[in-house]
């Protein structure tokens, strides 16, 4: 049991509350991929979702 939120698992955004763990990296800007977090699987590779989003772009003539 935690001193702080009295619960076990804590609560969110319990101080001691252990920092997310990263699953993967990045395959374009490297940047961590924590547990939880949404992410692009594209052809099994990890993108995140400010690559993709920087990737996205309008078709113009
Ligand atoms: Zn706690
Ligand atoms: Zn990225």
């Known amino acids: ?3 702080l939120c009295n619960h076990s ?3 969110r955004g319990c101080p001691n ?3 997310p763990k990263a ?3 990045c395959v374009w800007c490297g940047s961590s991929i ?3 977090q949404d992410y692009y699987d594209i052809d099994g590779e990890p993108w995140c979702e ?3 989003k920087s990737s996205r772009t309008t078709a113009e003539d």
């Open 17 to 19: 509350e252990p920092p």
């Open 9 to 11: 698992p804590h609560l």
């Open 23 to 25: 699953i993967h990296e």
């Open 50 to 52: 400010n690559c993709i």
């Open 34 to 36: 924590l547990e939880g």
């Open 1 to 3: 049991m935690c001193d």
